[in-house]
């Protein structure tokens, strides 16, 4: 499976060894990546890894997508920051940062009214023990019968897990029809609500800057990010009740 090594080669390169290092396990594979003979694992931009079989999620899937991830960070639990996560610039770096309150930004304008809402939400949260994790594990898990599921594409962060299963529900309620207990899927944790507005805003911003050569935003996107934030709001109140 050969694909364009996005982001710098050192990125890459250390995705490679870290996959070759992940320890055996009963809840996720990784494709290995496949190297030159020189050991290189990036050549003229283009990275290659092992063929593994089977159909992406989430429709019908959203258990395991989550199951899954959550198998993969423990497994990546040890992993110490890697340097490069403080110079990424794409716009989906941008949004993680703007929803922790680390980066302000302004939205292109069609964006600002739910962009508004989502930070008058956002509330201070607990502390909570940071790791890498897979901040796109939505459409990058793949599901063949009889094996265990497949993680790709690996989009790291540094954040706490919980964000990660709350960006693959944020997914479900921007672009899906998810299972009706989807959103209440990390509702154990204290600030699952909090984990929920903040996928909401990382989603929001790094779609904005993609947006932000045109100065628009999709016909319907505003309206998509309204509905979302009112499940939210509307299935927090419930669980408070």
């Known amino acids: 499976m050969f694909k364009p090594a996005d982001g710098s080669e050192d990125e890459v390169e250390w995705a490679a060894s870290l996959f070759e290092g992940l320890a055996p396990s009963s809840g ?9 003979a020189d050991g290189r694992s990036v050549v003229d931009g283009w990275a290659a890894g092992g063929f593994l079989a089977g159909e992406t999620g989430p429709q019908g899937h959203w258990g395991g997508v989550l199951g899954a991830g959550r198998a993969f960070h423990a497994a990546l639990r040890q ?36 962009f508004s809402a989502l930070l008058e939400l956002r509330r201070p949260v607990k502390p909570d023990a940071a790791q890498l994790i897979h901040g796109d594990l939505t459409g990058n898990v793949l599901f ?6 497949v993680v790709i594409d690996f989009s790291p962060y540094w954040r706490p897990p919980v964000f990660a299963e709350a960006i693959v529900v944020a997914d479900g309620l921007l672009w899906f029809d998810p299972p009706s207990d989807l959103l209440t899927s990390g509702s154990d944790h204290p600030d699952w609500q909090q984990m929920l507005v903040r996928a909401l805003i990382f989603r929001l911003v790094a779609y904005s800057e993609i947006a932000r050569t045109s100065g628009q935003s999709r016909p319907g996107e505003p309206e998509r990010y309204a509905r979302a934030i009112d499940v939210v709001v509307r299935k927090s109140a419930a669980l408070r009740a």
């Open 79 to 114: 992993v110490p920051r890697p340097d490069f996560l403080e110079r990424r610039t794409h716009p989906w770096a941008v949004g993680d940062r703007v929803a922790w309150g680390e980066q302000e930004i302004d939205v292109v304008e069609d964006l600002a009214a739910p």
């Open 144 to 149: 063949a019968a009889d094996e265990v599921p």
């Open 28 to 36: 996720f594979r990784v494709p290995l990546p496949l190297r030159a």
